[in-house]
């Protein structure tokens, strides 16, 4: 996914010394991953941050801790943490920032114990070939510092391979933003900077609640270009994922909220080509609430497609459209992002994403048919057919269409004569 970012060095400076490099676990804390991964820990090694035996005596017995010493060192270490963000100069917001990511990590390693995720993380789009790597560890800019004389840092929210999103606070009115920047190794690219504008003018034509807002592009004092955007304070669906299937209502409240952003999208032409669930955000664990992100790869739409632009690949295998993969034409337009919701709803319902392959010779054999939608309730099957229709001629492109066959689908008190409603022309098909 492509989220952008701008670093200096991690750490603030302290009177009278250099700004140092955040310790291991100072990095985990400050350094949440993004939000299509889990943060991978494990216990062993909080254990050896807080038990660690006193180095002034290597030659101690070592003592098995009780219950109640484990107690006592997570209280010390959560002392130092604060102790250390005063230092950095950040205030007790900040500081509480930092203990409140630490929290929503231990959650996700509770969670992956609870319930491993069967799937490695998905391929990236390409990037440059031979551009160096953003650093994988640190920050490019340090937290507590101001970004365009406005905003103060608070934390890390996102890395991409070609940026970062930072949660920013406005130093006047005390409101909290989300801050995308282009990490300075690509600052000067091209072509990457020319996505990072084409997403800014995109986002600016789009107006709707289940979408995120853009409140400008703008440039620092260095010429490095920044979106300021919408802050969600919500996990991405693939988190929600993690923890098991979504039932029927909450289903239905997904599909209904997506397909009404998906629509404002399509409305002012744009296709979102990357529609997953790392890039579906539920504020308040809430699906009818729910927020499309990451327009990185969005492309304006010509004649009823978007134009090819050199991108080897748009998107995530396992949500990516037949025609994203170059079959029937290779065109990509409106249908294309509603067979991702499509496969996006079959992801909810079963709890994890369908296997739709890993290589592009696997990903197109499992296109060439509607894939095991067994899962999704009976209620919402033959609207999720209807999207995973493999010709994207045979798919809808009006999802306000589609959701009013839903409706009457409901009112009929089942499926029954969907394909008709829908299609008149295609009974039966």
């Not at 990511?101 to 509770?110: E, Q, V, W």
């Not at 608070?154 to 990490?183: C, F, N, P, S, W």
Request: proline letters at 7%; aromatic letters at 4%; a negative charge.
């Amino acid at each position: 996914m492509s989220q952008a970012a701008v670093l200096t060095n991690p750490g603030a400076a302290v009177a009278n010394e250099e700004p140092q490099q955040p310790d291991e676990m100072t990095s985990l804390l400050l350094s949440p991953e993004a939000p299509d991964e889990l943060t991978r820990f494990a216990p062993a090694e909080l254990t050896e941050v807080m038990v660690a035996p006193d180095i002034a005596a290597p030659n101690a017995t070592p003592v098995v801790p009780t219950r109640e010493v484990v107690e006592s060192q997570v209280a010390g270490f959560i002392a130092g943490v604060r102790a250390q963000a005063h230092r950095a100069g950040l205030d007790e917001v900040a500081s509480l920032d930092l203990l409140s990511g630490a929290r929503a990590a231990l959650d996700r390693h509770i969670q992956a114990a609870q319930r491993p995720w069967e799937d490695g993380p998905e391929p990236a789009a390409s990037a440059t070939p031979g551009a160096p790597k953003a650093d994988p560890t640190g920050w490019s800019v340090a937290p507590g510092s101001t970004m365009l004389n406005t905003f103060i840092v608070r934390t890390l929210l996102a890395r991409g391979g070609m940026g970062e999103i930072y949660r920013v606070r406005h130093r006047d009115l005390k409101t909290d933003q989300a801050i995308k920047v282009i990490i300075p190794e690509y600052r000067d690219d091209a072509k990457i900077v020319g996505l990072f504008h084409e997403e800014g003018r995109l986002l600016q034509r789009i107006r709707h609640d289940a979408v995120v807002s853009c409140a400008g592009l703008y440039r620092d004092g260095d010429g490095r270009s920044m979106l300021v955007l919408e802050y969600i304070d919500g996990q991405s669906l693939s988190y929600f994922l993690r923890r098991g299937p979504l039932g029927l209502t909450a289903l239905e409240a997904l599909l209904r909220r997506l397909a009404a952003g998906l629509t404002a999208v399509h409305a002012v032409g744009i296709v979102h080509r990357d529609v997953s669930p790392d890039n579906i955000l539920l504020p308040g664990d809430n699906p009818a609430a729910a927020k499309l992100i990451d327009f990185g790869v969005a492309r304006e739409m010509r004649n009823g497609v978007t134009p090819r632009d050199g991108l080897d690949f748009a998107g995530k295998f396992s949500f990516a459209s037949p025609e994203q993969l170059g079959m029937h034409g290779g065109a990509i337009g409106v249908a294309s992002d509603i067979y991702s919701l499509g496969l996006v709803i079959v992801a909810a319902a079963r709890g994890e994403k369908l296997a739709m392959g890993q290589t592009v010779e696997e990903a197109m054999a499992a296109r060439r048919q509607v894939p095991d939608i067994s899962a999704v309730p009976d209620r919402l099957r033959g609207v999720v057919a209807t999207m995973l229709q493999p010709d994207p001629k045979r798919r809808p492109t009006d999802l306000a269409a589609l959701l009013r066959a839903l409706d009457a689908s409901a009112a009929a008190g089942g499926r029954g004569g969907f394909w008709g409603r829908l299609w008149p022309s295609r009974k039966g098909a």
